[in-house]
T-cell receptor, first 115, second 111 residues
Framework: AQSVTQLDSQVPVFEEAPVELRCNYS??????LFWYVQYPNQGLQLLLKYLSGSTLVESINGFEAEFNKSQTSFHLRKPSVHISDTAEYFCAVSGRQAAGNKLTFGGGTRVLVKP | DGGITQSPKYLFRKEGQNVTLSCEQNLNHDAMYWYRQDPGQGLRLIYY???????QKGDIAEGYSVSREKKESFPLTVTSAQKNPTAFYLC??????????FGAGSRLTVL
């Protein structure tokens, strides 16, 4: 079994300030980790993923996340946010084994960027 | 463009009625999923299908049914047995190492 905890349900932040969204997971097997973003009344879009290799992964729009195996965390950061980053962000985990291939999602963190 | 199309975007249902949500993909993906989204609860898996003519229950399958007669299509029926069906429903397909591509969602409201 696996689970994901996003520690903050809402994060207000001023434009051009940094933001960090916290994600902790539990799993009995090795994992893949993901961050998805959801804009209002839309589906989710993949923001970035950790599959293997470097523990620091980056997205094309300035977000980055670091896989920390010892702390079972995958926190998402952006050094300077824009108004357009206002959205809900979901952390997700899946086991690496082939059987099942189910993703487990956290409860989401709503980011509100203020001018 | 390849993607997932969900319809209708908004749907209203009277109590006791069954409704079917459509999900079509042209990505040639084998695996497809249905999630339910409620505020503050993230996404919960209803059903998934790894190949045509096969599907498995997810974590909250009670009151729902699915079929997978074609690779491109994975419709979800919300039956009258579902006690609290008002929610946002998301369909997805899987590619690569468990990466999901989502549709735009269908919002169901019970009157």
């Amino acid at each position: 079994a696996q689970s994901v905890t996003q520690l903050d349900s809402q994060v207000p932040v001023f434009e051009e300030a940094p933001v960090e969204l916290r994600c902790n997971y539990s799993s009995s097997v090795s994992v893949y980790l993901f961050w998805y973003v959801q804009y209002p009344n839309q589906g989710l879009q993949l923001l970035l993923k950790y599959l293997s290799g470097s523990t620091l992964v980056e997205s094309i729009n300035g977000f980055e996340a670091e896989f920390n195996k010892s702390q079972t965390s995958f926190h998402l950061r952006k050094p300077s946010v824009h108004i357009s980053d206002t959205a809900e962000y979901f952390c997700a985990v899946s086991g690496r084994q082939a059987a099942g291939n189910k993703l487990t999602f956290g409860g989401g963190t709503r980011v509100l960027v203020k001018p | 463009d390849g993607g997932i199309t969900q319809s209708p975007k908004y749907l209203f249902r009277k109590e006791g009625q069954n409704v079917t949500l459509s999900c079509e993909q042209n990505l040639n993906h084998d695996a497809m999923y249905w999630y339910r989204q409620d505020p503050g609860q993230g996404l919960r898996l209803i059903y998934y299908s790894q190949i045509v003519n096969d599907f498995q229950k997810g974590d909250i399958a009670e009151g729902y049914s699915v079929s997978r007669e074609k690779k491109e299509s994975f419709p979800l029926t919300v039956t009258s047995a579902q006690k609290n069906p008002t929610a946002f429903y998301l369909c997805a397909s899987r590619w690569g190492a468990n990466v999901l591509t989502f549709g735009a969602g269908s919002r169901l409201t019970v009157l």
